[in-house]
C-alpha cells in the first residue's frame, strides 16, 4: 500500500514542466555557475579564465547580499545623480582654488 504524497508535485500533472515553470523556479531558486578555465604551455600559465555567474531575481540576489546594480551609475539613475552631485563638488572646489589663486596674484 502506498501513501498519497504531501509535497506538492513538481511539476504539471503530466509530468512534464513548461518554460515559464522552470524559469520561475531558477529565478526564486538562483543558480550559480562556477568554473574556471587555464591554459598552460610547459608548465607556464597562458591564460586564466574565472567565470562566475548568478542566474536569479532581483529579490533573490537583494537577499543574498548582492546589489552592485544599485551603484553603478550605468545602471542605476540614483547612482548616476550621486555621481554627478560628486562630480559638481569636485568642480565647485576646482574653481574657487582656482579663483583663489588668481585673486591673490592679482593683489598686490
Known amino acids: 500500500m502506498t501513501s ?6 513538481p511539476y504539471g500533472h503530466d509530468g512534464g514542466a513548461n518554460l515559464a515553470d522552470i524559469l520561475e ?3 526564486d531558486k538562483g543558480v550559480v555557475i562556477a568554473g574556471d578555465i587555464r591554459i598552460n604551455l ?3 600559465e597562458l591564460l586564466t579564465i574565472k567565470l562566475r555567474l548568478i542566474v536569479a531575481s532581483v529579490d533573490k540576489a537583494k537577499e543574498m547580499g ?3 546594480w544599485e551603484d553603478d551609475p550605468a545602471l542605476s539613475s540614483g547612482a548616476r545623480r ?5 562630480e559638481n563638488a569636485e568642480l565647485r572646489e576646482r574653481l574657487a582654488a582656482l579663483e583663489t589663486g588668481r585673486a591673490q596674484e592679482e593683489s598686490p
Do not use: F
Open 82 to 86: 550621486k555621481e554627478l552631485a560628486r
Open 66 to 68: 548582492i546589489d552592485w
Open 42 to 44: 610547459l608548465d607556464i
Open 25 to 27: 523556479r531558477v529565478l
Open 4 to 9: 498519497p504524497s504531501r509535497l506538492p508535485e
